[in-house]
């Protein structure tokens, strides 16, 4: 079995790039009714028939978190190797 | 079709079809599960193998519930813009779910949120009262599904008492769940969730070749700041609106009739010189703390739901529980895209249905707009109808499942559903 050292350094990197990725994404959820509060004018401009706001909400957010949680799966893959590999050194 | 419905007494034969074969293969797959499930790995964790293509499906499949299908249509026909976050926040629910709890939960390798609670914490009080919350989420799920399955059950075939569709569709799922288990479940809510995302893109692409598409039907709502639409009425045959109707402006726009309601509320409490200076300076503050409340309450609920992290044990280890997770959102997320489009289209084609109140209102979009197709299509109208409602079926099914399921964590009805298994086997 794995040391308690290497669990700790393994968890605490997943944590950070969880975290990280977290940000990524709270930081555009909970901006963007701020940004329909400070900016309606520029949220209203219509982008081939939608208002900017509707095509953002309502379309574009579910792609933008598919990539976020494509690039979390890459790299925690890719961490949980890594620190496989360091170990067996 | 209508010399068909005069004949069987006002049922549709093709419904009756359809839903038969739902019954049918629904048993039918909860006896094949049942041999298949012969230890308690197997029938509440499907022995953990089952793969990432599966996983996805069905947990896709369970969550998409009549809210998702009919209820997030209603609500984008009548509050616009606002009820766009339920579905933007429910896949926002995954994501958190995938960042921190998917994989860690699936390592620890336990049967039920319960189990997990106990031994991660070491508490058998923990346990306790992890089973009550579940038992209390499960309940307040299990009272709309029972609803929409009298509901729905009743719109189908008129003359069929409500009591009978919750009998009848409770019954059919008890039977599923108590046979086959997690596996017998498994499959069914894959199966559906196929069904639905076709239920519910198809007709949309039959109206949107027919009537316009996503953007063009908004286009015809009036936003604020504009003079005028940027698509004629007569593009996309929209019709007046009745008086009960959102106004353009409030509906296409952040801060509508969803978020304000509370504020308004207030203020019509309020003496009638004071409201327009109260609401000059309230409402828009308000809107914007409820839209914060609303995300955080559907991201944390969405994420804290016990039948979904209960999924997680299914998989193998933890990189496939993570790689389901995303899976999972792509499937949701395409499914999702398309009930908004329902209640834009709806707004322009059917605003009668803002007349209506609750079932009779906007909720019921999702089944009328497609009759608008039967019109025009004739016989492909009446099938992408009927495929439709048959996908309305579906939802309600796999939800007293997803209930049934959750009983699970009490421990007695874990010792009767263990010995109905056994029953079975040895029978």
């Known amino acids: 079995m794995h040391s308690e050292e290497f669990l700790h350094t393994l968890m605490r990197r997943q944590l950070k790039l969880s975290i990280a990725c977290a940000a990524t994404f709270l930081v555009a959820l909970l901006g963007m009714p701020l940004l329909n509060y400070y900016a309606p004018a520029l949220m209203a401009t219509r982008v081939a028939g939608f208002t900017l706001s509707w095509l953002i909400l309502g379309v574009l957010f579910f792609p933008f978190v598919w990539i976020i949680s494509w690039r979390f799966i ?8 890594d620190e496989v590999k360091s170990v067996k050194r | 079709m209508s010399y068909c419905i005069a004949s069987l007494g006002g049922i549709d034969p093709w419904i009756v079809a359809f839903s038969l074969i739902t019954v049918v ?3 039918w797959m909860g006896f094949r599960s049942a041999k ?6 197997d029938f509440f964790v499907a022995g953990r193998s089952v793969s990432v293509g599966w996983n996805a499906s069905a947990i896709s499949g369970e969550y998409l519930s009549a809210a998702s299908f009919m209820g997030i249509a209603g609500m984008v026909m009548s509050s616009g813009y606002d009820a766009l976050w339920y579905p933007v926040c429910y896949a926002c629910g995954y994501l958190f779910l995938l960042l921190f709890i998917a994989g860690p939960l699936r390592r620890f390798g336990a049967y039920t949120i ?5 031994g991660r914490y070491d508490s058998p009080l923990f346990r306790k009262i992890a089973v009550c919350f579940v038992l209390f989420i499960g309940f307040f799920y299990t009272m709309p599904q029972m609803k929409g399955a009298g509901v729905t059950l009743a719109y189908i075939f008129p003359g069929m008492p409500y009591w009978a569709g919750v009998v009848l569709v409770g019954a059919v799922i008890t039977l599923n769940v108590a046979l086959g288990g997690m596996k017998g479940i498994t499959l069914v809510q894959a199966v559906q969730y ?3 995302v076709f239920a519910i893109s198809v007709p949309i692409f039959v109206l949107a070749a027919v009537y316009g598409f996503y953007g063009t039907h908004l286009g015809a709502n009036v936003a604020p700041g504009e003079a005028a639409a940027p698509v004629t009425s007569a593009e996309v045959s929209r019709h007046d609106l009745p008086e009960k109707a959102p106004k353009d402006a409030p509906w296409v726009s952040p801060f509508g ?3 304000t309601k509370a504020v308004n509320a207030a203020a019509a409490a309020l003496p009638a010189e004071q409201r327009a200076a109260y609401l000059a300076e309230h409402q828009k503050p308000y809107s914007l703390l409820y839209t914060y409340s609303l995300i955080i309450a559907l991201v944390c609920g969405t994420a804290g739901l016990p039948h979904i992290l209960v999924r997680f044990y299914t998989n193998p280890d933890g990189v496939a529980a993570k790689r389901t997770t995303m899976w999972v959102m792509i499937l949701i997320g395409v499914f999702y895209v398309f009930p908004p489009v329902f209640g834009v289209i709806g707004r322009n084609l059917m605003p009668e249905l803002y ?3 609750g079932a009779e209102g906007t909720d019921k979009v999702v089944l009328e707009l497609p009759t608008l197709v039967t019109q025009k299509l004739g016989i492909i ?6 495929y439709h409602v048959r996908g309305s079926l579906c939802r309600v099914h796999e939800h007293l499942q997803r209930i049934a399921r959750l009983d699970d964590r009490c421990p007695r009805a874990r010792r009767v559903r263990t010995h109905a298994a056994a029953a079975v086997h040895a029978g």
């Open chain 2, 25 to 27: 293969v629904t048993v």
């Open chain 2, 114 to 118: 319960p189990d997990f609670a106990e």
């Open chain 2, 257 to 259: 009739p969803l978020t």
């Open chain 2, 381 to 386: 109208g009446s099938i992408l109808e009927r």
């Open chain 2, 194 to 196: 196929w069904i639905k």
């Open chain 2, 36 to 41: 298949t499930s012969k230890t308690a790995s």
């Open chain 1, 74 to 81: 890459k790299q925690s893959i890719a961490l949980e190797q």
């Open chain 2, 355 to 357: 007349a209506g109140v």
